[in-house]
């Protein structure tokens, strides 16, 4: 019995942005960036809602690589919420790899 296996590629551009919409965004530039084009070009494509208050600074320190690397990315963010509660000076991290000027 031969078993039908599907892509996450392989669906509509519109059902990879909803999903894309619904997760977390540093996961999703870890995970989706650099795969392929057609990835590529789809996570650029959607708002950022930015919500590091539960993130290491590793990870967002990968996260501000990301928007060094791919400007455009700055075009993207529609809303950021950073803490330094419980967190080893986000604000102060994120700012200096990212000044608050150079975002739209």
């Known amino acids: 019995m031969m078993m039908n296996v599907s892509k996450f590629e392989s669906l509509p551009n519109e059902l990879i942005i909803e999903c894309l919409e619904y997760s977390y965004v540093c996961h999703t530039f870890h995970s ?8 590529n070009k789809l996570i650029r494509t959607v708002s950022l809602h930015l919500n590091f208050t539960l993130v290491n600074k590793k990870r967002l ?16 963010i529609y809303s950021l919420h950073l803490s330094n509660e419980n967190r080893c000076d986000q604000i102060e991290t994120f700012l200096k ?3 608050l000027n150079t975002l739209n």
Do not use: A, K, S, V
Not at 32 to 39: T, V, Y
């Open 32 to 39: 989706f960036n650099g795969l392929n084009d057609r990835l």
């Open 61 to 76: 320190e990968d996260f501000c690589q990301h928007i060094l690397l791919y400007p455009e990315i700055r075009q993207q």
């Open 97 to 99: 790899h990212i000044p």
